[in-house]
């Protein structure tokens, strides 16, 4: 079945004559029903998969990815990074941060279907996986020892003296043996099988179909997996297993045990649903931390200040999404956030909320002792790309609102001379010369 493609926030009704489009679209009666009962299930969870506005509309949330209803209505969700639509370019931000942010491993040999991204993305997370297992095959699949004990008329192994001479006559030519048997019979190939038959049973590519089913042979005499969690939890990771691990993540996403990003609900087929707010801040993470020069670490939800105390107890933990530190002391704070701004709205300012500056007003007094610079985090558009003016908190403390380009992964840093604590240097900018300026490999404390 076509997947109904939309994006974030999008509007689904049941109404058959509206015109589609990524931002709405018609879906069937039994697949709304599903959907209402899923999000009253992520609600008691504490998520909000989405809205429902009344009996005709529902409206979607900051959720991206895939989910199949019972009905067999498949449903695309991809991100929201511009107000243009287009499907193309926000399927290939999705996958290029899915990559990133999950650190799944790239593959070079099908560039031109990756380049054009004309498959839609369970298909491509299906491909992707019968691929790297097909790699993996050819390399050899690891067998391993499984202990039998048996009763045949033949020894073989070793005999079970207690149980043989407990016997009875009638069945002393009976022996009770112990032996090892080489088998492929273990917890990940158990996992590659499972995921396997999954993919067989859901793909509609035919070169992915015949790919899965030729693969799907080789490993018949394999069971599947009949407890998930625990096999993946038995995964092996040492140098006999180097290489599964490349097929490891792939497997996850297919069975739904990639976490923490993947939230999962009682759905039909594979559902792979990621907010969309972690998802930008694992994937800027990640980005920020190849480019820190040294001494400098990054440092991820930080939780080492509280917001008050109460008869000696430390309550309401402060978590930044990140902080930059050097030996000394912090550096800056940073936090993500996935929203539109618009740098020309200044009378509703900018659409920023109020809430986020109290929670950045807290941080800088807590972390930085109220002097230095934190930075907030959202996505680059048309209306957004260069950093907004400072907000100034006080003399010694300010805020600034800067974009992250996501098509050439850079981030806008603001430029400053008056705090001596602020980075002077582009992350991109070359670390000697920086050096050479500043004493520091491109920071100045």
């Known amino acids: 079945m076509k997947p109904i493609v939309v994006r974030e926030y999008a509007r689904l009704t049941t ?5 589609t489009s990524l931002d709405r679209a018609c879906i069937p009666q039994s697949a709304f029903d599903w959907l209402c009962r899923l999000s009253a299930g992520f609600k008691s969870n504490g998520a909000s998969l989405l809205h429902l506005e009344n009996r005709q509309w529902l409206r979607l949330d900051n959720f991206v990815g895939i989910v199949e209803t019972p009905c067999g209505t498949l449903l695309e969700i991809l991100p929201k990074h511009t107000e243009a639509s287009n499907e193309a370019a926000s399927r290939a931000l999705l996958i290029k941060m899915l990559e990133t942010a999950l650190d799944l491993p790239k593959r070079t040999t099908d560039k031109t279907d990756i380049q054009t991204y004309r498959r839609p993305l369970l298909e491509w997370v299906m491909k992707e996986f019968v691929l790297a297992l097909d790699h993996l095959l050819k390399r050899g699949l690891r067998f391993d020892y499984r202990r039998v004990e048996e009763e045949q008329r033949y020894l073989r192994g070793r005999l079970d003296m207690n149980k043989q001479l407990r016997q009875p006559p009638g069945r002393a030519h009976i022996f009770n043996i112990r032996h090892d048997l080489f088998l492929a019979d273990r917890p990940e190939n158990r996992l590659l099988k499972s995921a396997l038959m999954r993919v067989c049973g859901l793909t509609q590519e035919p070169d992915t179909w015949r790919l899965s089913h030729e693969l799907a042979g080789l490993l018949a005499e394999i069971p599947g997996s009949p407890n998930i969690a625990a096999d993946f939890r038995q995964w092996r990771s040492d140098r006999l297993m180097a290489h599964y691990q490349p097929v490891r993540p792939w497997c996850e996403l297919v069975l739904g045990q990639h976490m923490p990003l993947a939230m999962r609900g009682k759905t039909h087929g594979i559902s792979l649903l990621f907010p969309m707010e972690k998802l930008f801040e694992r994937y800027v993470e990640v980005k920020l931390r190849r480019e820190l020069p ?21 309550l309401f933990q402060l978590r930044p999404d990140l902080l930059i530190q050097s030996p000394q002391k912090t550096a800056l704070v940073l936090d993500t956030k996935w929203k539109l701004l618009s740098a020309a709205d200044n009378e509703n300012k900018y659409g920023l909320s109020q809430g986020d500056f109290y929670q950045m007003f807290a941080y800088g007094h807590r972390y930085l002792s109220g002097e ?12 957004f790309s260069e950093t907004l003016p400072a907000f100034e908190f006080s003399e010694k403390l300010r805020l600034w609102v800067t974009p992250f380009d996501l098509e050439n992964d850079r981030m806008h840093w603001p430029m400053t001379s008056r705090t001596p604590s602020y980075p002077r240097y582009s992350l991109q900018d070359n670390p000697r010369k920086a050096e050479r300026d500043s004493g520091s490999a491109g920071w100045r404390l």
């Open 372 to 383: 230095g610079d934190m930075i907030l985090i959202y996505p680059k558009t048309e209306n």
């Open 15 to 19: 109404d058959d004559s509206i015109e």
């Open 294 to 314: 040294a001494p400098y670490t990054l440092n991820r939800q930080a939780k080492s200040q509280f917001l008050c105390t109460h008869e000696d107890k430390s």
